[in-house]
DNA sequence: GCCT
DNA sequence: CAGTACG
DNA sequence: AGGCCGTTACTG
């Protein structure tokens, strides 16, 4: 079953729930709410009359074992279903059964962890951490904590760091950025690996896990290193969240721009396909403010 | 699922 | 390349 | 009926 859309559109929906400043107490009210269609408001308004969803009530097993299987890092809908499908039902039968990549592996090894929400506070902590140990690489290194944490979160799902330098005196973060990861690993902060690239691209991605010293539970962790130039784009980019990315995103492309996470382009022609043809223009990137003006969207 |  | 992941 | 973010970045 495909639900890929569905479940974007309830995502959808939950957020613009959340936004609405009083709460919601009937059909009429939420199918006024742009993302809430007839069928959600009708679920929405046997949740206010009964106290629940009937549909709620029971999922059938397929989807229960599927969905856990998928909860396993380097594990998606796909490869799920795939184990399902040859009739595995349990982590064990993975196990005893299945070849695993080396992330699937640890995603395993490290599953009830990574399932819990982190307290801001161990964030702000282990983001401390990366920033001491990046300012004695480079003291120039700027290092700001975004995903959740930024968007003043009291828990984060896990611990994404952007890490950028003032690049006048030309030099950048790039170089930097794999001794800092060398020093986060030496330091048993870095336990294990989910990216293994390590080339001194000017945009890079590290997945990871860490764990404080004498901490509890191992902690997804994602560090970014990007060019200064791109900081305002990067920022948005990795502030999101996810939906409101989508949403600026899909303004931009109406507009014949493109937004991604180097910075805003106008001019753009796309191809059928959705596939840009041109390259376009690049009209803003350093921050977060020129890009929404460009974009005609009311900062903040 | 929702929107055009 | 398909699949998975990030916000 | 058909699109729904990114020519995103990384793995195998």
């Not at 300012?135 to 995903?147: A, E, F, Q, S, Y």
């Not at 080339?199 to 509890?216: D, H, M, Q, V, W």
């Amino acid at each position: 079953m495909n639900d890929e859309w569905r479940t974007i559109s309830y995502r959808k929906a939950i957020s613009a729930l959340k936004r609405q400043k009083k709460p919601i107490t009937s059909y009429q009210e939420a199918i006024k709410i742009r993302g809430i269609g007839d069928r959600t408001a009708e679920k929405i308004a046997e949740i206010i009359e009964t106290g629940n969803l009937r549909r709620l009530q029971h999922f059938s097993e397929d989807d229960e074992v599927i969905k856990k299987f998928s909860d396993i890092w380097g594990v998606g809908s796909a490869i799920a279903m795939k184990w399902y499908a040859k009739g595995y039902r349990t982590f064990d039968d993975i196990i005893q059964n299945v070849k695993l990549t080396r992330v699937q592996r640890i995603g395993l090894e490290c599953f009830d962890d990574l399932r819990e929400r982190i307290p801001r506070d161990e964030v702000t902590e282990i983001s401390k951490r990366v920033e001491e140990a990046a300012c004695r690489i480079d003291p120039k290194l700027l290092c700001i904590t975004v995903g959740s944490y930024i968007r003043g979160k009291p828990t984060c799902g896990d611990i994404d760091i952007l890490i950028t330098r003032n690049n006048t005196d030309g030099k950048t973060s790039s170089g930097p950025f794999l001794k800092l990861l060398n020093t986060l690993r030496e330091q048993g902060l870095l336990t294990h690996d989910l990216t293994k690239h390590q080339e001194e691209n000017a945009t890079s991605r590290y997945f990871g896990i860490c764990k404080l010293p004498g901490g509890e539970k191992y902690r997804r962790i994602d560090l970014f290193t990007v060019p200064f130039n791109e900081l305002g784009a990067a920022l948005l980019s990795f502030t999101g969240n996810d939906i409101f990315n989508r949403s600026m995103r899909l303004l931009a492309r109406k507009k014949k721009m493109k937004l991604n996470n180097h910075g805003l382009y106008k001019n753009i022609s796309r191809g059928r396909g959705g596939d840009s043809l041109t390259e376009g223009t690049l009209i803003a990137q350093r921050t977060e403010r020129e890009i929404f003006d460009a974009l005609g969207v009311p900062w903040r």
